[in-house]
T-cell receptor, first 111, second 114 residues
Framework: TQLLEQSPQFLSIQEGENLTVYCNSS?????LQWYRQEPGEGPVLLVT???GGEVKKLKRLTFQFGDARKDSSLHITAAQPGDTGLYLC???????????WGAGTKLIIKP | DAGVIQSPRHEVTEMGQEVTLRCKPI?????LFWYRQTMMRGLELLIY????????DSGMPEDRFSAKMPNASFSTLKIQPSEPRDSAVYFC????????????FGPGTRLTVL
């Protein structure tokens, strides 16, 4: 059974601080996606990484896929209140059409 | 495109009543997924369809749950009879093809069963 573990489960920090969220598995994934979900809305895709070691940047967000494609990280620089939300990672495999979802990291950025 | 549309946005019902949730996927998307999200269990896949055909319903909790997709633009998730433990946010998501992993989510239906 494929599992994705996210850590931390909850993070509350001050505006301007940096943070890193982790997504780990013992399984290999062909792709890893990061979604952000705001209260009252569905998850929205931020990025997809597909190559081991790949790094993608989205403004102040940096996403990395592990070399072995078993883990990923999301780093936010100078967090802002607008970054508040639930961050979900989801792993995909070439053999199926489902995504394996992590439990999420609830992030609160205090002004 | 308007994105994935779900209705109703909120539903409050009493235990034992039938509940029907509705979803209109993005036009041209071949896959449709129904998820349930709770604080305790996170996001759980209930069932998904490919070209209107149910492919995997192993996530459906029990026989009280059923889903249909009569055509490419409409799907329903029905709970009969509903129970308080069914209270959750139910999401519908669509995906353009098997090659594209991104799923597009609707805004969800918040179900409360009293």
């Amino acid at each position: 059974t494929q599992l994705l573990e996210q850590s931390p489960q909850f993070l509350s920090i001050q505006e301007g601080e940096n943070l890193t969220v982790y997504c780990n598995s013992s399984s290999v994934f062909s792709s890893l996606q990061w979604y952000r979900q705001e209260p009252g809305e569905g998850p929205v895709l931020l990025v997809t990484v597909v190559t081991g070691g790949e790094v993608k940047k989205l403004k102040r967000l940096t996403f990395q896929f592990g070399d072995a494609r078993k883990d990923s990280s999301l780093h936010i620089t100078a967090a802002q209140p607008g970054d508040t939300g639930l961050y979900l990672c989801a792993g995909g495999s070439e053999s199926n059409y489902q995504l394996i979802w992590g439990a999420g990291t609830k992030l609160i950025i205090k002004p | 495109d308007a994105g994935v549309i779900q209705s109703p946005r909120h539903e409050v019902t009493e235990m034992g009543q039938e509940v029907t949730l509705r979803c209109k996927p993005i036009s041209g998307h071949d896959y449709l997924f129904w998820y349930r999200q709770t604080m305790m269990r996170g996001l759980e896949l209930l069932i998904y369809f490919n070209n209107n055909v149910p492919i995997d319903d192993s996530g459906m909790p029990e026989d009280r749950f059923s889903a249909k997709m009569p055509n490419a633009s409409f799907s329903t998730l029905k709970i009969q009879p509903s129970e308080p433990r069914d209270s959750a946010v139910y999401f519908c998501a669509s995906r353009v093809s098997i090659r594209a992993a991104e799923q597009f989510f609707g805004p969800g239906t918040r179900l409360t069963v009293l």
